[in-house]
């Protein structure tokens, strides 16, 4: 790459310094192939440093010119690519080789909106890409800075690994990657340790205009009704239509709709008003407005109407299982090999909320099941028993080779999907599942070996009948699609007939309740353990891991389940969040759930008080992990001991028993920290500012108020010492009871 054109050379082509000082790249021809700026003055030498940067030097040993303030599709370590200070030359850019995507560093924008036409990611003023495998993103004023899919700091897999190589690189696809190159790299090729998006369907324009990007079960990129492929051997370059829409009339002749069912195109929304909430009326607006290229309904029960248009063309397209819109694309009237009605490859949705005319056709062979289902069932209720019986166990079969089936089309469709594996393959890693490391309320998990996995595994096997396909689809779509540090990562699944498995990275340190109970397994690691610095670094890890999942996702996700078994810790005690089997992606601010989840001990009150659950409701449950991160696992209910009299002093008035929580609140009022801090704890490497710091912040996270919970990334900036931890809250009497009431339910 050269001026950001990608250049191809002879072994006889010649690298030059011009005696004027610039360098250039001749290949046979007097004419360069590139070259610097010509005219540059006095330069006495070129030299490639280790770290990549090509340079040329002046007499006065300065730097006259060098590659790093030219970055083409790569960045290296130690290059950061940064804003011009003049605003006229521009924006810095990485360019993929193809040119369809741009980076953009932008002093004046300050975030990533994927949404333009020329397929560009805006950033603020630096990026940094370090030596040890961290990108991290830096403001103008060098403040670190965090938007969309992507935190302040960004840590490759590897990235405490001092013997690698490693480059950044905006790749053709249109995806940010690090790649890393070492000694572990047995197949001699450079390895993505780290990228921007996960799904292939996020990055915006994949599929060019007007096209769908969905999962059967890779990517693929398809035309709606009525439009056809601009280049059969080019996917990217989207799709036309077949008869242009020709000059608006706002005529209702002159144009028709074509619904396409579960697809949206993000990005591309000129007008939302919420006052449409009927079907016709969202298709009507369209209709008679020449801006509107499609209208947009949503059938998750809001009946939201988007107008999309904002451009000649739609970008971005997704058609998968999980969106909940129909798409009215519009068309010609004189195009009439597009049928006016559904277009839905998947599965349909039999729950959506909107009338049968415009629902999601209902899959054939399902409905004519269902039907002779009651038809059977009528039949056999007026014959002997005997033959009702026969015929029901016949039904059942049938009904259960049906649903089966259905469920195994529809795991074949999920987003993202990481390796699939069939029952055998994991029944092998796992010595028929010999070696169990734990088990929940969901099933158990083993220890498995699976050398294209890098070796050892934890291999979660769902056993719970009830329950299981729902968790099962759950957690594969909620973490297939997240990537993060602080998140435990899945590998591959296995959904076979009645077995659905999880295969995840394996966490030698186990899970944080085992060490937070001084667990005999792991007594050769409680001395690290029992320092600050690791336990303040493991609270700002899960923090983290909250950050991303509520802030940071394409779509909001809340945990709702947030303990300490649920936090795995790596050789080093990094952090991983786990177990996302009952987290649910937010599509709206709130949500209403009406069964209640989660664990006692770390629900928030508004679970059982029927109030919508947000993100803060992980928050809630984030400050009760923290409280037992700082105090040890201590019972909910402490009984009082002989050295705590001066509670007959204090605003409360003194029961027998004690909510740890309070019994922490007035230990930090009345400055005993050592009274709260875990007696396995090692005083001496304490930093007791550092700790009344994590009490405040865990305090006013379990706040009743969820409004007055503070955002995870709040928390982040608080233990990072970037932001002041504000005073905590004091919990009254009748807070006391509800507390008790709380965590002593039977709810689990």
């Known amino acids: 790459m050269a001026n950001g054109q990608l250049i191809q050379v002879s072994e006889n082509a010649k690298l030059e310094l011009k005696a004027e000082g610039g ?9 360069p192939l590139w070259q610097t700026n010509p005219g540059q003055c006095c330069a006495e030498s070129a030299a490639l440093l280790e770290n990549g940067n090509l340079v040329v030097l002046g007499k006065d040993k300065k730097v006259a010119w060098q590659s790093f303030d030219s970055p083409t599709n790569n960045l290296l370590p130690e290059q950061q690519l940064r804003t011009q200070g003049n605003p006229s030359l521009g924006y810095m850019r990485l360019i993929s080789q193809s040119g369809a995507y741009q980076l953009v560093l932008n002093k004046h924008v300050l975030n990533n909106n994927a949404c333009q036409p020329d397929r560009s990611l805006k950033f603020p003023a630096v990026m940094n890409l370090s030596s040890q495998g961290v990108l991290s993103f830096y403001d103008a004023t060098g403040k670190s800075w965090a938007s969309g899919s992507m935190s302040s700091q960004d840590y490759a897999l590897d990235y405490d690994d001092a013997n690698v190589l490693r480059r950044l690189t905006l790749d053709d696809d249109g995806n940010l990657r690090i790649y890393s190159f070492g000694p572990k790299n047995k197949s001699g090729s450079w390895s993505v340790v780290w990228q921007a998006v996960m799904l292939e369907c996020d990055i915006f324009g994949t599929c060019g205009p007007f096209a769908l990007c969905t999962y059967r079960p890779t990517k693929i990129c398809s035309c709606p009704p009525g439009f056809h492929r601009v280049d059969p051997n080019d996917e990217s370059k989207g799709c036309d239509y077949d008869i242009p829409l020709g000059a608006c009339q706002n005529s209702p002749n002159s144009v028709k709709l074509v619904q396409v069912n579960r697809a949206d195109y993000y990005f591309n929304d000129y007008n939302f008003d919420s006052s449409i909430k009927s079907l016709e009326k969202c298709k009507d607006t369209c209709m008679q407005d020449c801006k509107c290229l499609a209208a947009a309904y949503k059938y998750d029960g809001t009946g939201l109407c988007f107008l999309k248009g904002n451009s000649n063309k739609l970008y971005n397209g997704k058609q998968t299982l999980n969106e909940m819109n129909m798409v009215f694309m519009k068309l010609s009237s004189l195009d009439t090999s597009a049928a006016d009605d559904q277009h839905d490859p998947f599965l349909a949705d039999a729950n959506a909320t909107v009338s049968d005319q415009a629902m999601p056709k209902i899959n054939k062979r399902t409905v004519y099941l269902s039907r002779h289902l009651q038809s059977i069932i009528l039949s056999v209720a007026i014959v002997e028993f005997g033959l009702f019986a026969t015929g029901a166990a016949i039904v059942a079969a049938v009904w259960k080779k049906t649903s089966r089936k259905k469920w195994e089309e529809m795991t074949a469709e999920i987003e993202g999907l990481p390796t699939k594996f069939t029952y055998r393959q994991l029944q092998d890693a796992t010595d028929n599942f010999r070696d169990e490391l734990g088990s929940g309320g969901f099933g158990s998990v083993y220890r498995g070996n699976i050398p294209e996995k890098g070796g050892i595994v934890a291999v979660k096997k769902i056993t719970t009948v009830n329950q299981a396909k729902k968790q099962f689809k759950a957690e594969v779509s909620t973490i297939g699609r997240v990537h993060h540090v602080n998140l435990v990562r899945l590998l591959g699944y296995c959904a076979e007939g009645d077995h ?23 007594a050769a690691s409680q001395e690290i353990f029992s320092t600050w610095e690791t336990r303040h670094s493991i609270a700002l890890g899960i923090a983290k891991g909250l950050t991303y999942l509520h802030e940071k996702c394409g779509e909001r996700i809340v945990h709702c389940d947030i303990k300490p078994q649920n936090v795995l810790l790596n050789e080093s005690f990094r952090p991983k969040v786990s177990d996302f089997g009952l987290a649910r992606m937010m599509t709206k601010e709130s949500m209403s759930i009406t069964t209640v989840q989660g664990t006692r001990g770390y629900l928030a009150p508004e679970w059982l ?28 209910l402490m ?6 009299r001066e509670y007959e002093n204090a605003p409360l008035p003194p029961p027998r028993e004690w909510y740890f929580p309070i019994y922490a609140f007035h230990k930090y009022m009345t400055s005993e920290l050592e009274s709260v801090a875990d007696p396995n704890l090692a005083s001496g490497s304490v930093d007791w500012e550092q700790f009344e710091t994590a009490l405040k912040i865990a305090l006013s996270c379990i706040h009743q108020d969820p409004g007055s919970r503070p955002a995870m990334s709040r928390v982040v900036q608080i233990l990072e010492g970037k932001a002041e931890a504000p005073p905590p809250p004091f919990p009254d009497a009748g807070e006391n009871d509800l507390f008790v009431a709380l965590q002593t339910s039977t709810i689990c």
Request: proline content about 3%; charged content about 20%; aromatic content about 8%.
């Open 639 to 644: 009984e009082l001991g002989s050295g705590d």
């Open 23 to 31: 360098l250039s790249v001749t290949d046979g021809s007097s004419v």
């Open 500 to 522: 659905h498995l999880l295969v995840y990275e394996f966490m030698p340190n186990g899970s944080l309740d085992h060490h937070l109970s001084a667990s005999s397994s792991f």
């Open 609 to 636: 008080e029927s109030q919508s659950i947000t993100p803060k409701a992980d928050v809630y449950s984030f400050g009760m992990l923290l409280l037992d991160i700082l105090g040890g696992k201590r019972k909910a």
